[in-house]
């Protein structure tokens, strides 16, 4: 059999790996000119300021949509917005079945609901249960992470088993869901592993991470010091940690109340599915003013800094029946994204102005994260002993780091690929084969496509030196008739001297007019190039910017 009919098994990210966030993998298995493919999650990151309007950051996924006649499905391992946040988006190209476990699976309908989208042929799966998608035989692995119902995926082919790990931890104890599954993953270990797909995030990181159950003792501890109200923010999805808080108040003898769209929607979704049991009923924002102040916990969403959220509002004190106080306490549950330092201290630099008390992971035990430091992912390879380790879910700083402590555990093959690398798991030696096209689409209001397409590029200039839009009419004889129109938008308003630069930018454009012999002014175009060169020529020399200038010529 020659290579060309020879069935592979590859892997190739378009997501997520040399990055943190948008994770989008594809596996392939066949010969090279009949693969069938998975995908496996199908997540967003999040726009800088250099994308000015920008709501969502999505995988540019033409490879696979080129292919779409050969994709057997679409596998989600958990519901963080990284890992599924655009599947609203990204299904209507690709319309194959999608396979969730039941919380993610109530995510996305509540989302699909508020925030409308297509109607998406969802298959439930539940952590231990094996199912098929084309040739791949597909075992979901309980294992621990923020968020409940998160798995690792034992992918099973002719040409061998990969495990896709997913985000996961070595929680000891959870507080919600089953621990992370040791002997399903030795057992796999034992049947033989081509190659395990790790999460990266936290190779950096030495030792192991604090278990769920004792971020919930830390909490209490702050509770129960602060003599005043306690508002907590945390990730929405994160129900075992609101579960924490609401268990931690509950044992201070304080109500919870909840602020945050997100917030609800996900407790909703937990609620139904069992995960919020025994917790005490929260309290309603029209109940606010009744509670004392050192009986009250805040549970509210914003530890990005996000200037729409609830905690964002409270510090500007814009919420209409609450507010914190001097000697309030605000607890950041949660991680700092990197990106959003500059957000997040904006707010709490408006908390402190208020005599706030800021309580963070640097403070007491208030956050643990939901990946593996150094011992875990050891005893990761421990269990699977796989003959490749592919580092996933990371910089590249992570991804180097994950690689030179498989290297160092004695896995025998370490691959670093990054996303548009095809890499061949099996059979042979690990080998990146091919590159395939890969990038960043943008969600902007109701419209998905690239910069140009969506107009970010323009907005950029537009967000530096402003607009200006100049209206010139001639007459018979190609002469100006009248008063020049000219409209400037976001543009500074005089020069140094305290001249206006309107009237300079109009003295420039009836320059550029009258500079140019009539019988040349016939050509239109040419007359509106030169007004446009002459206003900005003229907006730099006076203000040190160049404005999008827009000319209108009529007769």
Not at 135 to 155: G, K, R, W, Y
Not at 487 to 513: F, P, T, W, Y
Not at 529 to 547: D, F, I, T
Request: proline letters at 6%.
């Amino acid at each position: 059999m020659s290579r060309h009919d020879e069935a592979e098994l590859v892997f190739c990210p378009l997501g997520g790996v040399g990055e943190i966030g948008m994770n989008f993998a594809l596996y392939g298995f066949g010969p090279s000119h009949a693969r069938q493919w998975i995908v496996v999650d199908c997540g967003v990151t999040f726009p800088d300021p250099t994308l000015p309007g920008v709501d969502l950051v999505l995988p540019d996924t033409r490879f696979i949509e080129e292919n779409v006649k050969d994709l057997q499905g679409i596998v989600i391992t958990h519901a963080h917005e990284d890992h599924y946040g655009a599947l609203l988006d990204i299904w209507p190209r690709l319309k194959k079945r999608v396979w969730m476990t039941p919380f993610a699976a109530g995510l996305l309908e509540a989302k699909r609901r508020m925030d409308g989208g297509p109607d998406i042929p969802v298959q439930i799966y539940h952590a231990g249960e094996r199912f098929s998608v084309g040739p791949f035989d597909i075992e979901a692995l309980a294992v621990t992470h923020s968020i409940p119902e998160p798995v690792s995926l034992a992918i099973r082919t002719p040409a061998g088993t990969v495990i896709h790990t997913g985000d996961w931890k070595i929680d000891p104890a959870p507080t919600i869901g089953p621990k992370t599954d040791e002997a399903r993953f030795r057992a796999i270990g034992d049947e033989g592993v081509v190659a395990l797909i790790c999460d990266s995030t936290n190779a950096l990181r030495e030792g192991d991470s604090p278990s769920e159950q004792a971020v919930g003792v830390g909490i209490k501890e702050v509770i129960d010091a602060s003599p005043g109200r306690v508002a907590v923010t945390t990730f929405s999805s994160n129900i075992g940690r609101i579960r924490s808080v609401a268990e931690a108040a509950r044992d201070s003898g304080r109500q919870v109340l909840v602020l945050g769209t997100s917030l609800k929607r996900a407790i909703n979704v937990a609620t139904e599915l069992g995960y919020m049991d025994g917790v005490p009923e929260f309290i309603s924002e029209e109940d606010y003013g009744y509670i004392p102040r050192d009986n009250l916990v805040i549970l509210c969403t914003g530890s990005q800094g996000e200037s729409r959220a609830a905690l964002a509002k409270l510090a500007r004190d814009e919420m209409r029946n609450v507010a914190l106080s001097p000697g309030d306490t605000v607890i950041y549950s949660s991680r700092m994204i990197p990106g959003n330092e500059k957000a997040i201290l904006e707010i709490k630099n408006l908390l402190i102005e208020q005599g706030i008390k800021i309580v963070e992971d640097g403070d007491a035990l208030v956050h643990v994260s939901g990946h593996p430091r150094r011992n875990e992912l050891l005893k990761m390879y421990e269990w699977t002993r796989p003959r490749v380790l592919v580092p996933v879910h990371g910089e590249a700083a992570h991804l180097v780091a994950q690689g030179s402590l498989g290297a160092q555990a004695g896995i025998p093959e370490i691959a670093q690929v990054r996303n548009g690398d095809m890499i061949r798991l099996a059979p042979g030696v690990a080998e990146i084969i091919d590159q395939v096209p890969f990038g960043r689409v943008f969600k902007d209001g109701r419209i998905v496509g690239s910069e140009d397409e969506v107009g970010v590029r323009d907005r950029r200039k537009l967000s530096f030196a402003g607009h200006v839009a100049v209206n010139v009419v001639l007459d018979d004889r190609y002469d100006i008739s009248g008063d020049l129109d000219l409209v400037a938008i976001g543009v500074a308003k005089k020069d140094a001297k305290g001249e206006l630069l309107e009237e300079l930018m109009v003295d420039a454009a009836i320059g550029a007019v009258d500079s140019i012999p009539r019988v040349r002014r016939k050509d239109l175009d040419l007359v509106a190039e030169a007004v446009r060169r002459a206003v900005r020529s003229s907006a730099n020399e006076a203000w040190g910017k160049k404005p999008i200038v827009t000319v209108f010529i009529t007769r």
